[in-house]
């Protein structure tokens, strides 16, 4: 079992859609996968269509074990893609961490639990909020390795090191084992030459670390979420739902 965070602390870059299409298009391949939503926004969970009411239990559920895992792993629409549903109770997840003397290792602990394991899943895609909080570095202790969507705009790198910084920080605390899967370019427009810069910077700057798989911008991955589904049930030619796939080969092959 493979436990990957998609983090980056900047918010609209893409890290909900790739956590929903990439875990979409790792399942279409046969792999079983489980999703948990970290954010207390709750997209990830509306993106795969667990509708508010079956949310009586949740990833703070998860964190503080007060449910068991049976309970907490959701089905979706889509065959062999699962997942762990978050809604705004979440925001005071921090908070309530703050006392805990394993605030760090809650998230690890409960992925840890031989109830989960017994479930058989290959992938655990964790879709962390857009920021570097105690739920961030949660997702980062319990992960094998980081993926980190970055748009394809102006500024896109900024904040890039601040991210790298918390990996290096993990990694000297929690857990050294922690890597970089890789940066994957979001939102890109090929005819844009601002967009083309970006990415040959990110190209220059970070090397193999960035995905040879780009996720185009397309109307096509803004409209799936709104019908509650992954691009690839959505429209499943369309040039997002090809780009995602390509992902997932390409994490397999890594």
């Known amino acids: 079992m493979k436990c990957i965070a998609v983090a980056n602390q900047k918010g609209g870059v893409g890290k909900t859609t790739t956590a929903i299409n990439l875990g979409a298009a790792l399942s279409e391949?046969?792999?079983?996968?489980l999703v948990v939503d970290l954010d207390p926004q709750g997209n990830a969970s509306t993106g795969l269509g667990i509708e508010m009411a079956r949310r009586s239990v949740t990833?703070?559920?998860?964190l503080f074990g007060s449910a068991a895992i049976g309970d907490l792993v959701q089905t979706s629409d889509t065959e062999r893609l699962f997942v762990i549903p978050a809604t705004?109770?979440?925001?005071?997840?921090?908070?309530d961490m703050v006392g805990h003397q394993r605030r760090s290792f809650l998230l690890r602990d409960a992925l840890r639990q031989r109830e989960l394991t017994r479930l058989g899943?290959?992938?655990?895609?964790?879709?962390?909020?857009p920021s570097l909080n105690l739920l961030t570095v949660?997702?980062?202790?319990?992960?094998?390795?980081v993926l980190v969507p970055l748009q394809s705009e102006f500024f896109a790198l900024e904040g890039l090191s601040q991210l790298m910084l918390t990996i290096r920080s993990v990694r000297a605390e929690a857990n050294p084992a922690l890597r970089i899967e890789g940066i994957i370019m979001t939102m890109y427009d090929g005819?844009?030459?601002?967009?083309q810069q970006v990415h040959a910077d990110a190209r220059d700057t970070l090397g193999d670390l960035v995905f040879e798989t780009?996720?185009?911008r397309t109307v096509r991955v803004s409209e799936a979420p709104s019908y509650s589904q992954p691009v690839l049930s959505y429209d499943s030619g369309s040039k997002g739902s090809i780009a995602y796939r390509a992902l997932a080969r390409e994490l397999e092959q890594r």
């Open 29 to 33: 391949s046969g792999k079983k996968v």
């Open 59 to 62: 990833t703070y559920d998860l």
């Open 88 to 95: 705004s109770d979440l925001s005071s997840a921090d908070l």
């Open 121 to 129: 899943f290959d992938y655990i895609l964790i879709d962390c909020p």
């Open 138 to 145: 949660n997702a980062m202790v319990a992960a094998d390795s």
């Open 191 to 195: 005819r844009n030459r601002l967009a």
């Open 214 to 216: 780009v996720i185009p």
